[in-house]
């Protein structure tokens, strides 16, 4: 019979992009700096009122796992959130 020896789990979670840091460019622009699992493409979106999300482009890899984007947009918005996806 089976016993629990003979029974392995494997457990895989998928790694989340995370945004590690959002900056000022130039001319109002802002610089989104985020790290996720290298070798895929990854959208950036944003929202001014978390209704309605846009697509703004995909991330650079600058080096693996950590991606850059510009959004040069972001000055004709009072306020915006941004949240990233490979979907």
Request: charged letters at 15%; a negative charge; glycine letters at 6%.
């Amino acid at each position: 019979g089976i016993t629990a020896s003979d029974i392995a789990v494997l457990a895989r979670t998928a790694a989340k992009p995370v945004i590690d840091n959002i900056t000022t460019a130039s001319e109002g622009a802002m610089r989104v700096d985020f790290s996720a699992p290298a070798n895929l493409t990854w959208n950036v979106y944003a929202t001014s009122d978390l209704s309605e999300s846009v697509l703004l482009g995909t991330g650079e890899e600058t080096s693996p796992g950590h991606f850059q984007f510009t959004d040069t947009n972001a000055n004709q918005f009072p306020q915006r959130f941004y949240f990233i996806s490979n979907q």
